[in-house]
Every structure is written in structure tokens, then in C-alpha cells.
């Protein structure tokens, strides 16, 4: 049984993955700022294994903790999704109004995060020789919506930073892909805050639906499982063919 971290794990997106991920038969350890104590516990109601921790992905003690105990827990660490993410705090403003401490908050997380995340369980994996790294990012950078200049700027470098450490790791048997969700209405005050956005994104897609956290599941347990053990750098647009890479 592999044991994969979850960050950003307590709701939304991240809650849907731990969960998903524990049905396959995954140990999950679910990270997060916030208590991931409802997640674990409904893993754990559906017979699955799961560690929950609090960490905070912007410091790199916090995450080499979070390696650490996972490794105690379930002697290793097969997979790390970088789900944790800075996005629905965000009010839209022109590029150079955007406050310097919110551009920074904003690389804090989404860049940061998922660099120290991914060098805290680098070591392990390469012990193992083996490993699955995906780190999400968005269909905000190929679409690029004003007044998210500094969401969009970060989520490409997550892009960037998946090619860098494929290249880095791959000698090591790790794989590391990105995944890039379409935008998916889990938090309805933020989603409330301008209705236009689910319809007039649902009427740009093949498939005229609202994206759903669960679409995303099948490309996740393929980039975490062996049938992509020769498959690294990528990136996996699931996005109701709103656009084509």
C-alpha cells in the first residue's frame, strides 16, 4: 500500500483527493493549515488508513515535519500532491494595483509551497527509487482572465518548476507531471462574488457542464499510479475541452 500527502487536504478540491485516493487504496496523509480532522475521519469510516497533520507549506521546517512523520507512519512516501493554494482570498484588480504583500502571499503558497513540499519528500523518493509528484496548477495560464496577474504568474511557474524537477529527478525513478483543473465552484461565497463566471466558463466547453472536483480524480490516480511510470514533465489540462494544449 503507498502512502501519498494531500496538501491543501481539509476542503474543496484537496478533501475530494484524500478521499478518492483512500478508495484506490492509498494511505493518505492529509496536510493542511487548516484541521484536517473531518477528512481523516471520513477516510477512516470508509476503511481506509489516513494521517492528519497541520502544515503550513510556506515553511520549510513545517514541511520537512510533515515528511518525517509520514515516513514514522508508513515507512514511505510514495506520492506527494501539491494541491495547497492561494486563490479565493484573491480580489480582482488590475495588475498594478495588486498590493506587493498579496504578489508575495500569493508566490508564498502557490510557488514556495509546492517547491518545499516537493524538496522535503525528494530525499526519501530518491532512497526508494521511486515516487509520484503532481503539482496543480491552472487553465488561468493558458487563458490568462484579467485581474489575476499574479495567480496566473504563479501557477505558470508551477508549470516551470514540474519540468525543472523532472529533469532533476528522473535518474531517481520520480515522476513529476502537473495537473491543471478548469475552474471548479467548491467555494460558493467566493463563486457568489461573480455568477457570471461558472455559466460563461460552462458555455466555452465541449462538455457544457460545470467542472466537477471528481473529474479530476482519473487523471490523478493515473499520474500516481504505474501506468505513468514513463511519464514526467507533463502537463494534464482537464478542462471539459474549454481549450486544447
Request: overall charge negative; hydrophobic content about 45%; charged content about 20%.
Amino acid at each position: 500500500m503507498s502512502a501519498v500527502i494531500v496538501t491543501g487536504a481539509a476542503g474543496g478540491i484537496g478533501r475530494v483527493f484524500s478521499l478518492a485516493l483512500a478508495d484506490a487504496g492509498h494511505s493518505v496523509v492529509a496536510a493542511d493549515i487548516a484541521p484536517t480532522n473531518a477528512v481523516v475521519e471520513e477516510i477512516e469510516a470508509r476503511g481506509g488508513s489516513a494521517l492528519g497533520l497541520r502544515v503550513d507549506v510556506c515553511d520549510r521546517a513545517s514541511t520537512l515535519a510533515m515528511a518525517q512523520a509520514t515516513l514514522e507512519r508508513f515507512g514511505s512516501i510514495d506520492g506527494l500532491v501539491n494541491n495547497a493554494a492561494y486563490y479565493t482570498a484573491i480580489v480582482k484588480s488590475d495588475f498594478d494595483q495588486i498590493d506587493v504583500e498579496e504578489w508575495d502571499r500569493c508566490f508564498a503558497v502557490n510557488v514556495r509551497g509546492q517547491w518545499l513540499c516537493a524538496a522535503a519528500v525528494a530525499p526519501a523518493m530518491r532512497e526508494q527509487r521511486r515516487g509520484k509528484i503532481v503539482n496543480v496548477s491552472s487553465m488561468t495560464v493558458p487563458t490568462a482572465p484579467p485581474g489575476f496577474a499574479h495567480y496566473v504568474a504563479s501557477k505558470a511557474a508551477v508549470v516551470g518548476l514540474s519540468r525543472a524537477l523532472a529533469r532533476e529527478l528522473g535518474e531517481h525513478g520520480v515522476c513529476v507531471n502537473t495537473l491543471t483543473p478548469d475552474y471548479i465552484a467548491f467555494d460558493r461565497e467566493y463563486d457568489n462574488r461573480q455568477p457570471e463566471m461558472a455559466p460563461m466558463l460552462t458555455a466555452q466547453r465541449c462538455i457544457r457542464r460545470e467542472a466537477q472536483s471528481e473529474d479530476l480524480v482519473g487523471t490523478l490516480l493515473h499520474l500516481l499510479g504505474p501506468g505513468s511510470d514513463f511519464v514526467t514533465g507533463q502537463s494534464f489540462w482537464v478542462n471539459g475541452g474549454r481549450a486544447f494544449s
